[in-house]
């Protein structure tokens, strides 16, 4: 039994190092037949191309470095964004559908199904052709102007692309979180809901202090896989032309044939960025057991 | 005398046509300590629970401190009648992740706008009443079951309840733990608070209790003083659940 073990075990690293081998391989003959050899000094050279977004200034004629940088802060503009407003999209309607409100309850349970059914790429091509670039131009109490140029709030001008990604991530992976929340929510025993009941504190209040802060060690491994989820699937913004990190890598290999060091840039700055979250999530997780373990 | 709790022909179903409720009628005067005994599914605990809004209703009316509740009752009395009833129960519910004395002090705060530093005087107080000051700092799985009862019975205090609901709250105990509970509610009724007890301890009934009530299948059987309930029960029914405890 032991022995037929070890065999699996060996086995199977052979597999894993013949398939890297096959792969490194693979990148080898694929540099050679490119004549390029692999290098990045190609960042340096002026990108020439224009970006209809940029958080900082740029222009054609700076480096490819900049315009990946920009395309990089553009990623991470609408990735803190939708998970700002993904989780608290999610908790809202996770919350609404243990609510005793049934209109409530079913307009939860409605988001979540319909969303849950249709792909996400159809999301965003719906948000940006039918919802954001059919809008007239209606301000909203002088604070807010919609128009089909995008969204000005407060001075701050939100392109169209932009809000068609933002808003399609957020609605995406709100309904995600909503049956993770609801699924927290579940686990905490009713006696929880009957004490703070009977202590005259309102379903609000309850839920915010007792309910929630006791569903947060089930919600949050979770939760976490889902942040990831939403930053990679940010990638998916090319569909509708916003300028992220992935729409301009796609423009730099086109332009340079530097496929392979564009990819290697890419995989990194996903690993890097989904390295932040996970690593944020995990000491959040980690201050949360630490509380719950002390009052045990 | 007046009347805290008048319940007029109560009904409560369940699915399959189950009454958890049967047409329930009675009064419980302020001050006074009402025990509800009976079998297990005969209602008891549901009864109670409508007593502040934890169950609903589906015929009768309530009229608890002059509140009205029926089945058709607006959250708004219900909100009204959980500041000024208390209720402990069976699990103890104690919130667990937050301190005996956040426990206590987080309703007074909360619901009645106190200061912190009072609520915090006042939840003191209350422990030092229960016998478990030195507790105050600890979280509820540090504590005995008995302990944690008595905290949920001072968090329910903190309120400064009219009325005060107990349902079954030793049968989840250890047997030694049993009596420090009982202690602190014999204590409760000494001072003139108007108590209505679920319980199957026979001893806090005979001595505590102004009245005793006996339930089955979700009707009252009979309401007698605890002399005639206990030496000589008026229903077949009642004697016959008696001769079942004491054996």
Known sequence: MRQRRLLVQVGVAALLIGLLALLVNNLAVNLIRTGLGLGFGWLGRPAGFALAETALPYAPSDSYLWALTIGWLNSLKVIAAGLVLATGLGVAAGAARSSNNRLLRSLAAGYVALIRQVPLLLQLLFWYFVAFLGLPSVPIGGLIRLSNQGIQLLGLNLSVEFCAVLVGLTVFTGASIAEIVRGGINAVPRGQWEAFRSLGLGEGLGLRRIVLPQALPAILPALTSQYLNLAKNSTLAIAVGYADLYAVSDTTITQTGRAIEGFLLLLLSFLLLNLLISGGMAAFNRAVLGRLNRSR | ?247
């Open chain 2, 1 to 247: 005398m007046t009347v805290a709790i008048r319940a007029t022909d109560l009904v409560k179903s369940y699915s399959q046509g189950v009454r958890a409720l049967d047409g329930v009628t009675l009064e419980v005067n302020r001050g006074e300590v009402l025990v509800v005994m009976g079998p297990s599914g005969s209602g008891k605990s549901t009864l109670i629970r409508t007593f502040n809004g934890l169950e609903s209703l589906d015929g009768g009316a309530l009229d608890v401190l002059g509140v009205r509740l029926d089945a058709t009752h607006a959250e708004r009395q219900v909100r009204e009648i959980r500041k000024r009833v208390g209720m402990v129960f069976q699990q103890f519910n104690l919130f667990p992740h937050l301190s005996i004395l956040d426990n206590i002090t987080l309703a007074p705060i909360k619901v009645q706008q106190r200061a912190k530093a009072a609520a915090e005087q006042r939840a003191m107080d209350l422990l030092d009443q229960m016998g478990i000051r030195e507790q105050a700092h600890k979280y509820p799985a540090q504590l005995s079951g008995g302990q944690q009862q008595r905290v949920a019975i001072a968090r329910a205090l903190a309120l400064d309840p009219e009325v005060m609901l107990f349902d079954e709250p030793t049968s989840a105990l250890d047997p030694e733990r049993v009596k420090e509970v009982l202690d602190a509610m014999r204590q409760l009724a000494k001072g003139g608070m108007t108590m209505v007890v679920v319980t199957h301890e026979l001893g806090f009934a005979r001595e505590v209790a102004d009245r005793v009530m006996f339930m089955d299948r979700g009707q009252v059987v009979e309401t007698s003083d605890p002399e005639t309930f206990f030496s000589n029960a008026r229903e077949e029914r009642s004697r016959r659940f008696l001769n079942q405890m004491q054996h």
